[in-house]
């Protein structure tokens, strides 16, 4: 034998058996994790495994349409194109062929190179949003060079587009994404053990008292939910959002609208709000929210790895694809009119800064509210740049103000109205009663000025030519709870309930107000009070209701923005009636001294609008006024060289029109703008007459034919 | 005529039907792995392809008694070490690691070969070193050589997984002799102070990833799901997912939808167990078990410290890679690129453990030999 003799192996043999014992120790460990994962752990692991081949897309539905009273789109959606790009799939010549397409210069084209290699391996399969709202060209070259590109994927989506841009941009308002702001984290206690509620507590970086907050409130065994972070910052929220498989009792749920959450619990409606979709911010996109959002749909599909949907034989998924169609949003039909809000515009050319707001006489249904300078809405949707929000931030003419309804002034002659009414009303009250005008009033040692020395003025004399004089010695006689009361009940200082965007109450300031703030009470503050100045302040759309009513004999409406809600396809889901807010008990015979004498305003040869009449034209009953900007508090956020401009008083026009029908109410404001007669009443004529004098000629022939010096009103 | 009685006779049943029970559900468990969406559909050809080869060179390695391996050990070793050093020179390079020299078509891993030629190395010097007093570490330099020239050029491939299997089957094989206590700690200090230099100086940054990737996962802490971790959660996902029962025959989601990386060489017990469950992961672990201490058996039945050796080297060999790879694809360990033996893709990997399995059916049968 060639072979190698045998040797002696019985040293190894005691070694064995502890060999085996190790091994089948080992193995012991294996079978036993095989186990914990199998077993016990299943339902977890399968849950998980689930998710990996459910993708759930959603199916957002589009947002209903804003139209005008006549039916004029105010804001509708525009398709849009976004570009997905799948990293894995771009080589060197379809980056080159790509780039062609989008004819991105060096810059852009770098920035796609980086932006590809940035994405994590993980993700390289997957389809990426590249770029959103490609132009035309663009998509026309990728849509012909489509299957020389498999890694590029052009996908449509709506965008909310405003065709009238900036006009009315207030009060329409905008859309735009949810963000972590909108989120709100619930969790329901029972569905929390002890270590997911310190998982949660570390994910939220909650220390001391805030965490044993956390702890103490859900430890208690409760099915309801609970708010526990309102709103979580961009990092709480995204480390929420990542972990949710780890805490199946937590919930971040989007709250856009800041409503209160009635009843989660049992049968919750799920959040209509998830990342990327868009929520109405301001006007009446915000105010519209639930009518316009519609309910988003959604498919889910069996997808693999890659996120592709894959077509492989269901049973394997032991779930089925599911797909609920998105219900479309409603749609508003407005009471604006959108070529009244145009004349306006046009009307306002010239003047930088102002408003103005036209209300249905009978039944307070908002036709118009315009605030000059705006924005457009677009640019809104599309994002702003910082320099860009900012530029319209630090614009000394305030784009961002809603001027008609957010900001309130003195309404300064355009309240002596009101101020004749309160008189009117007294007893012992003589309007023919004449006062002289001097050209001062005299009050203890005070001189106040009026604009001129009327002479001798009654009521009548005294609202035509604006004299403030007549208007101290009524003040004197009437008293500020007076004044302050009749001004209440023409709507000043109280929200006129148009329900959107946060409207100013405007401001009546009471005796107890003064000695609060200016220490004591002077005689001087009523005597201002009756010609608009004073404290009290009031909004565009205020003085449009309280001319509505004088207009149409003494009811004051609720304003009304929104005419019905409307399905795509046109059926009436609501139609909203008109609302009387107050009849406000005028009686006649004062009513119509002071209706004579806002027709004298703008038809008397001495009526301070009388310049600012259209002969042959409508004819136009109102008040002009000049308010002087806060004596005393000259705004000093403008640079100096400027500050004459923003010294200058603002030019009210307030009235309705036509005088012996009316219809319409207006309101305007130029701001800074002077004499109410020279630089507002021409705007309120203007509009006026092209609103009126297309749609209703009769009614001017009619008035023309009559001549009548001292026109009934209608109805 | 007298061997095929002999054959007959002393055939080890028991280690042939419990390799070919792995074989054939290996190959059943790749029949489901190439189905997915994608996959090279004809693995499960191509393996029955190398199992049939590989059933061939171990009929031969059963045929020839051992201890003609025994005599020739320096040989094949040499042969080893040759065929080492021709992978830097004609090898080809796949995925930033050099470990497969091409033969006629084929791709050959010369470093699986040499887990085999190791074993029988070092069975060839304990055969002639038959040290019955404690082994000191002057004892361990001659061995740990014929160990380090083989690892050295495997880690340079770099090989990690190979050439921690090769470490681990030293250590097995040593433990099996007399060391002294002194020469284990020592051995043990060594390796606990390379550690860092390995750390620093030997591991690529996707191995330092792994190993970041496995401790966040041990410390409880997922956030790395979607990065190196990724991995080794979806096969926990797989595995727990599987459920007492399993998903049924080609019913894996994991699996079908492609959540699993490498399903075919580093993680079909992923695969087999999400499809075959509880139930048909313990069949498996049992098998191997099965096959660990009937390896361990034939060690202590074999006639000389050769046979011995062999044996225990191949069965540690087995083990090691089983609970390697197993505890890797539980989330145990970390990843390395490591096979199941037998169980997975890979025309080396089968070879490898044909031979070894030969070898021990080899030892096992001539345990009666009285030559």
Not at chain 1, 84 to 95: G, K
Not at chain 1, 377 to 385: Q, T
Not at chain 1, 449 to 454: I, N, V
Not at chain 2, 250 to 260: I, S, Y
């Amino acid at each position: 034998m060639l072979l190698s003799p045998r040797r002696e192996v019985g040293e190894f043999r005691k070694r064995y058996k502890w060999m085996a014992l190790f091994a089948v120790i080992v193995f012991s460990v294996l079978i036993g994790r095989v186990i914990q994962l199998q077993l016990v752990q299943h339902d977890e692991w399968a849950a998980r495994a689930q998710e990996n081949i459910t993708k759930t897309i959603p199916l957002p539905a589009t947002r209903g349409v804003l139209r005008d009273t006549a039916g004029r789109i105010v804001a509708t959606n525009r398709p849009s194109y976004l570009v997905y790009v799948t990293p894995q799939l771009m080589t060197p010549e379809h980056v080159d062929l790509f780039a062609d397409l989008m004819s991105f210069d060096g810059e852009q084209r770098r920035n796609l190179e980086r932006r590809l290699r940035e994405v994590p391996n993980r993700r390289r399969t997957h389809q990426i949003e590249f770029y959103d709202d490609i132009d035309r060209e663009q998509l026309a070259a990728l849509e012909t060079h489509q299957n020389e590109l498999p890694g590029v994927d052009v996908v449509a989506r709506p965008v909310r587009t405003y065709p009238y841009e900036e006009l009315g941009a207030h009060v329409i308002g905008y859309v735009n994404e949810v963000s972590a702001d909108d989120y709100v984290v619930y969790a329901t206690p029972e569905r929390m053990e002890e270590e997911q509620i310190a998982l949660l507590a570390d994910i939220l970086e909650l220390e001391g008292d805030a965490r044993r907050e956390l702890v103490a409130k859900l430890s208690e065994r409760s099915r309801e939910s609970v708010e526990v972070l309102r709103p979580p910052t961009p990092q709480q929220f995204w480390r929420v959002f990542s972990a949710a498989g780890a805490l199946p009792g937590v919930e971040l749920v989007a709250e856009p609208l800041r409503s209160g959450r009635s009843s989660r619990g049992e049968g919750a409606e799920e959040s209509p709000y998830r990342p990327g979709s868009v929520v109405g911010r301001m006007g009446l996109e915000a105010w519209g929210e639930r009518f316009l959002r519609g309910r988003a749909g959604y498919r889910r599909v069996l997808v693999d790895a890659t996120g592709r949907r894959q077509m492989i034989d269901p049973r394997l998924a032991r779930s089925r694809e599911e797909h609920r169609g998105p219900q479309p949003g409603m749609d508003l039909v407005l009471t604006l009119d959108m070529e009244l809000m145009n004349t306006v515009k046009r009307a306002f050319a010239g003047h930088p800064s102002g408003a103005a707001v036209v209300v249905d006489v009978n039944g307070g249904r908002v036709r118009a509210l315009y605030s000059k300078p705006s924005y457009d809405l677009n640019g809104f949707i599309a994002g702003l740049s910082h320099e860009e929000y900012h530029e319209l931030e630090s614009n000394p003419f305030r784009p961002l103000i809603d001027k008609t309804l957010y900001e309130s002034y003195f309404p300064g002659s355009t309240f002596k109205p009101i101020s004749a009414l309160a008189g009117l009303t007294m007893d012992d009250f003589d309007p023919n009663a004449r006062v002289e005008c001097i050209g001062y009033y005299e009050i203890g040692t005070d001189r106040k000025r009026c604009t001129s020395a009327h002479g001798e003025v009654d009521m009548h004399d005294a609202l035509v030519q604006s004299c403030n004089v007549y208007f101290y010695k009524l003040a004197e006689d009437v008293g500020l709870e007076r004044l302050n009361d009749w001004a209440r009940r023409f709507g000043l200082s109280q929200r006129t309930g148009i329900g959107i965007n946060s409207e100013a109450s405007g401001f009546l300031a009471t005796r107890e107000w003064y000695e609060e703030h200016y220490g004591r009470y002077r005689v001087g503050y009523t005597l201002n009070t009756a010609i608009g100045q004073g404290n009290t302040r009031a909004t565009l759309l205020q003085l449009a209701l309280a001319y509505g009513a004088l207009g149409n004999g003494g009811t004051l409406w609720t304003p009304q923005i929104v005419e019905s809600i409307r399905e795509p396809d046109g059926t009436l889901v609501e139609e909203f009636p008109t609302q009387a807010r107050r009849d406000l008990q005028v009686p006649e015979q004062y009513m119509d001294l002071v209706t004579r004498s806002l027709f004298g305003v703008v038809n008397a040869q001495n009526g301070t609008a009388y310049d600012a009449r259209i002969d042959r034209g409508v004819t136009v009953s109102g008040k002009t006024g000049t308010a002087e900007i806060s004596p005393g508090t000259p705004r000093t956020d403008i640079d100096p060289e400027r500050a004459w401009y923003f010294n200058r008083s603002h030019a009210w026009f307030a009235g309705y029109a036509p005088t012996e029908n009316p219809q319409v109410a207006i309101v305007v404001i130029v701001e800074h703008g002077g004499a109410g007669g020279r630089a507002a009443a021409p705007i309120a004529m203007q509009v006026l007459q092209e609103y009126l004098g297309n749609q209703s000629t009769t009614a001017a022939v009619t008035a023309q034919a009559g001549g009548r010096a001292r026109p009934g009103r209608g109805g | 005529m007298a061997l095929v009685r002999t054959m007959r006779d002393q055939f080890d049943w028991g280690l042939f039907v419990t390799s070919c029970a792995i074989a054939v559900l290996g190959v059943v468990n790749l029949y489901s792995a190439s189905s997915a969406a994608g996959a090279r559909a004809d693995i499960y050809i191509q393996q029955i392809y190398w199992l049939t080869l590989g059933a061939g060179v171990a009929v031969l390695v059963v045929a020839i008694d051992y201890r003609n391996f025994e005599r020739n050990a320096w040989a094949i070793y040499g042969a080893g070490i040759v065929l080492l050093v021709l992978v830097f020179l004609l090898g080809r390079s796949i995925r930033g690691s050099t470990r497969w020299i091409s033969i006629g078509g084929f791709s050959l891993q010369p470093s699986e070969l040499m887990k085999i030629f190791l074993i029988i190395a070092l069975a060839k010097y304990l055969h002639h070193d038959p040290k019955t007093e404690g082994r000191t570490l002057k004892d361990l330099v001659v061995p740990g050589l014929i160990l380090a020239v083989p690892m050295g050029l495997i880690l340079a491939q770099p090989d990690l997984g190979t050439a921690l299997i090769c470490a681990f089957i030293f250590g097995s094989i040593m433990v099996l002799t007399n060391l002294k206590l002194r020469s284990l700690v020592t051995l043990a200090a060594a390796f606990v102070f390379s550690a860092p230099l390995t750390w620093a100086y030997l591991l690529k940054d996707y191995q330092k990833g792994r190993l970041i990737a496995f401790w966040s996962r041990l410390t409880g802490n997922e956030a790395d799901i979607l990065d190196t971790g990724w991995h080794t959660h979806q096969s926990l996902v797989a595995i727990g997912s599987g459920g007492v029962a399993g998903k049924g025959f080609m019913q894996g989601t994991q699996n079908q939808f492609r959540f699993l990386p490498d399903q075919h060489s580093d993680f079909p017990f992923s695969v087999w167990a999400e499809e075959q469950g509880l139930l048909g992961s313990l069949l498996i672990l049992g098998l191997y078990v099965f096959l660990v201490i009937w390896g361990l058996k034939i060690a202590s039945q074999a006639k000389d410290r050769f046979g011995a050796v062999v044996a225990v080297g191949v069965s540690a060999m087995l083990f090691w890679q089983a609970i390697i790879n197993v505890g890797m694809v539980c989330g145990l360990l970390p990843v390395v690129g490591m096979t199941l033996p037998l169980f997975s893709y890979g025309g080396s990997s089968v070879l490898t453990t044909m031979i070894g399995l030969g070898l021990l059916m080899n030892v096992s049968m001539r345990r009666f030999s009285h030559a």
